[in-house]
């Protein structure tokens, strides 16, 4: 049975397409394209084609091994971008947060390969740089306490502040047990439920006051490519064993 967190990952990539093709463009604020690139419309929409199409093939037992590579490529390339950006920017934290979001998509396709192929050395690398990015989303929730408070549902108590603070604590822990792989799994299937309550809790409720808002859809497609990336990763930890990599050089 194909693991249901190769299919988040793809139904993620669907998401994020049918969104670029409605609105024939970039989620800019998470994929820098520059607005002066030439012919950015029609790079737009091949992005959208080529993230639905690898993403409907991702939902195929028989697809090829390496499809996830695909959308993968397309987040490196936006990686890519925001890399260009920290260099530019280095003191500013969001660059670095930018970048590591879109490397947890990347790293994502990297554990869905994984899965399929069972490579237990992608798998080590994997869990390592997800739970790097990790760690930056924890310190950007520390940085950005006041942008991150602003987000959370006034009705949930304690505060958002609290909330912005308890979040980046829960990125910041669950990241290092993926960098030391003490309870990575556990970490990892936690860190798929937080995600999963940001879309429910943040992205989703934006939708209502503005359904034909590019922000509004961009973001829960987003959160929605981050939750599946988590879940492959999380899949990928539980099938294959840390000590397979160690084996696998000797």
Not at 211 to 227: D, K, S
Not at 229 to 235: L, P
Request: glycine fraction near 14%.
């Amino acid at each position: 049975m194909m693991a249901p967190g190769i299919r988040a990952y793809g139904v993620a990539a669907i998401a994020l397409g049918v969104v670029g093709l409605v609105w024939g463009d970039f989620a800019t604020t998470w994929q820098p394209v520059p607005e002066d690139l030439p012919n950015r419309m029609a790079l737009a929409y091949a992005a959208a084609f080529l993230l639905i199409a690898s993403g409907g093939l991702l939902q195929l037992q028989r697809a090829p091994r390496t499809i996830a590579l695909i959308p993968a490529g397309l987040y490196a390339a936006f990686a890519v971008l925001w890399a260009i950006r920290v260099a530019g920017y280095p003191a500013i934290f969001g660059t670095w947060l930018g970048l590591a979001e879109q490397l947890a998509l990347v790293i994502g396709g990297g554990a869905v390969v994984a899965l399929r192929s069972g490579g237990a050395r992608l798998a080590l690398a994997c869990r390592l740089g997800f739970g790097a990015c990790l760690v930056v989303f924890g310190v950007a929730h520390w940085i950005y306490v006041k942008e991150t408070a602003a987000m959370v549902p006034g009705w949930l108590p304690p505060s958002g502040e609290g909330w912005a603070i308890a979040t980046g604590a829960f990125h910041a822990l669950a990241g290092l047990a993926l960098l030391s792989g003490v309870r990575a799994l556990l970490a990892a299937r936690l860190v798929v439920a937080m995600f999963v309550g940001f879309g429910l809790l943040v992205w989703l409720p934006q939708l209502a006051p503005w359904p034909g808002t590019h922000l509004a859809w961009g973001g829960n497609a987003i959160n929605l490519a981050l939750v599946g990336a988590a879940w492959a990763v999380a899949d990928m930890i539980r099938a294959i064993r840390p000590g397979a990599a160690a084996s696998a050089g000797r």
